[in-house]
């Protein structure tokens, strides 16, 4: 029997409803929430998210600032970027597209966005209130996006085991946390790649969150039947039967359908669902600006 689809474009439209009200309200008041994106370097990945994120914002009457710079910018005007968002009184939330080239340090530059405009929810003072058990501040996006997608689906965590395959400071770490918090209160193993035999951690888990970045890891024989299994991956891999020669595949093989009761696809799954956070915190941050 195949999976049933943990939907994210469905579960994001109607997160999209919910904001036109919150966006319309706030227009009334005499506010346009505006988010500005910052891009530096031409991956075409990078830039395909970029874009989905801009087209979004246009799409629900966000305004959005695009700012794109060459992959040889230097730090300290990426810097003066961060700074001047920070300052402007009618710019709510500021995002500055990861991976930054390699001669960047990504986490010194992302800790300098103030934190009322840290929609993406990585600067250490909104990680610091999450470690905290406070979930109700900025909240990182694709792990936010995850837990909503399993409450639309009635999915319960309750005292379930929960494992989530990564450990990173965008998903692993916070999607963990998350899972973990009181009101979600599953009971939460972080795989990563120093875990001895993976598959066999997977296998005792009722949900499982993959977030490492290798096509098709997880395998049918990692999952117990019946178990929710959220696939975050979004790896480009080589398909000479396609025209442009690549296809999209998560972290989670396609045949995991037939073994758990709920799956995630890829594409239309997770990525969805991050912009929908993503939105959702920048009319948050366009609230919160309006009523300091
Ligand atoms: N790169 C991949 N995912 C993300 C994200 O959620 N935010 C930012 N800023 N960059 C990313």
């Not at 929810?121 to 909240?139: K, S």
């Not at 993959?210 to 019946?226: E, F, S, T, Y």
């Not at 299994?229 to 039967?241: C, S």
């Not at 037939?258 to 609230?287: C, H, K, Q, Y």
């Amino acid at each position: 029997m195949s999976a049933q689809r943990l939907d994210g474009k469905a579960c994001a439209s109607q997160v999209e409803a919910e904001l036109l009200d919150r966006i319309t309200h706030l227009t009334e008041r005499g506010t346009q929430p505006h988010l500005a994106v910052v891009i530096v370097g031409d991956d075409p990945a990078s830039h395909v998210y970029v874009n989905s994120k801009i087209n979004t914002c246009k799409r629900l009457g966000i305004r959005s600032t695009h700012i794109a710079l060459p992959s040889d910018t230097d730090e300290a005007s990426l810097r003066q970027h961060i700074l001047a968002l920070n300052e402007a009184d009618d710019v709510h939330g500021i995002l500055v597209q990861s991976p930054l080239p390699a001669h960047m340090d990504e986490e010194g530059l992302t800790d300098l966005i103030h934190p009322d405009k840290d929609v993406d929810g990585f600067h250490p003072q909104n990680l610091g209130r999450l470690v905290q058990g406070r979930t109700d501040g900025m909240l990182p996006c694709t792990p936010s996006g995850v837990m909503r997608m399993l409450r639309w689906a009635g999915v319960d965590l309750k005292g379930k085991r929960a494992v989530v395959l990564g450990r990173s400071r965008i998903v692993g770490m916070p999607a963990a946390l998350l899972l973990a918090a009181k009101g979600a209160d599953a009971t939460v193993t972080v795989v990563h790649s120093r875990t001895h035999d993976a598959a066999a951690v997977c296998r005792e888990a009722d949900v499982v969150v993959a977030a490492v970045g290798r096509p098709d890891m997880v395998k049918a024989d990692w999952i117990k039947p019946g178990a929710v299994v959220v696939d975050v991956g979004i790896n480009r891999v080589d398909d000479a039967t396609r025209e442009r020669g690549w296809r999209l595949a998560g972290d989670v093989d396609p045949a995991v359908s037939e073994v758990a009761e709920w799956l995630s696809p890829v594409p239309g799954g997770v990525g969805p669902m991050t912009i929908a956070m993503l939105m959702e915190n920048t009319v948050r941050a366009a609230e919160q600006a309006l009523d300091r």
